[in-house]
């Protein structure tokens, strides 16, 4: 079995390898980035999982179904609401099932498990915790939600800070627990290691869970050289004060992954990983079409398996 900690945009083509190997794998997603909209519960990175193993997803924009329509956002505009945040019409009906099921009592995993069922996804995908957890960023215009600072101001102002709200007190999904556990490998995901690896690092009982297991535990870089292969991930690590580099990813990871995977490029790289008790392994990390999915995924399972 095998459990993959994962994010969206930058997480799935590495899941959709994972699945390629084991159709049965289990994603615990993020949910840090989730973000209420209109009386709505959007859920990022787990639409941008389900959606992806159901090849629903916008590839270009690694969100979002593709070939959606966006009728319901153009009338929003029309009684004057802000609207940019793009939800799709097909994404929205997502959104309403969810909310309606949550106003019914059931809980984002449950929500979660009957989405996977809905879109044909034999994958077991689930949050890594049903409490809320909200990323939020502090720039010189103040404290504001993640989706509003990378979406509505577009990421543009310096990062001064990050703080993972409510992340302390949040209860894991005992499913998550027991999928790390039972696994014989678990994965984090090439996403950003600050706001999608973040919030599930910063529960308690995950990390504690990881660091018990980190033999088993391996990281795919989602960095070359200083910067990310896509996305904010390197200017958010430069705030946090770490290097934005897969040897500044290893550092931040010591506590919960003993094993970690980067790009040929970063050879050198990969000896001060070593130096931190690491085993580093060198590959192509970049995952331009199918076929480089599964050799990663392909690459990083043979490694731990051994
Ligand atoms: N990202 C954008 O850059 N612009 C958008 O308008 C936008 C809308 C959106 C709607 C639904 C959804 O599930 C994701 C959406 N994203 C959008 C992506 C999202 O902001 C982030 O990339 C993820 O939260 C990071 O994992």
New binding site residues.
Partial sequence: MITVLA???GSIKLVRGLVTQDPKVNVVSNVG?NYWLYGLY?C??I??IVYGLADMLDQDR???VKKDTYNFLRQMEVFGEET????GDR?TATHLTRTNMLKNGKNLADITKWMCEKFAVGANVMPVSDSGIETRITTSKGEMH??EY??KYRGRDEVEGIQYVGADKARPNPEAINAMHDSEVVVLAPGNPL??MGPMLQIKAVKKELSKMKKKVVAVSPLIGDEAISGPAAKYMRAAGVESNAYGLAKMYADVCSNMVIDTRDKALGRKIRDLGYRAFETRITMKNKAAEDALAGFVLKQMRG
Avoid: A, C, E, K
């Fill in positions: 994010g969206g945009t980035d959007v990022p990175d639409d941008t690694g969100w979002g940019w945040f793009r939800i994404d993640l989706q990378w979406v706001t999608s």
